[in-house]
């Protein structure tokens, strides 16, 4: 394998990587509800592209919101269960000392 006879200089390397950014994605005022989009692609904001509603922005809200409360009703219903079973411990705890009297 061939090799680097000597060393880049700081200089060489910096012009080599002059040109290595990151550019600005090309935005477009979306023409439905006027918001900043990428061009050619469909608004996230309202769902349409070129005049026609391609997603169902709502829908997909409605889902987020309702796959929210099924968690929280998870959680309750975890909640109750241990709640359940402590009044148990302590109905078997008195239960206990009834019998010793
Ligand atoms: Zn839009």
Do not use: W
């Not at 000597?6 to 002059?18: F, Y």
């Not at 829908?59 to 909640?79: A, I, N, W």
Request: charged share 50%.
């Amino acid at each position: 394998m061939t090799a680097p006879k000597s060393r880049g200089t700081k200089s060489k390397r910096d012009k080599r990587r002059l040109h290595i950014v990151l550019k600005k994605p090309n935005l477009v005022k979306c023409q439905k509800c006027g918001k900043l989009i990428q061009s050619h692609v469909v608004c996230s904001f309202c769902g349409y592209y070129k005049g026609r509603k391609i997603i169902d922005v709502l829908k997909k809200k409605d889902r987020k919101k309702r796959e929210e409360e099924e968690k929280k009703k998870k959680d309750k219903d975890k909640g109750k269960d241990k709640k359940k079973v402590e009044n148990k411990k302590k109905e078997i705890v008195e239960l206990k000392k009834t019998a010793k009297k």
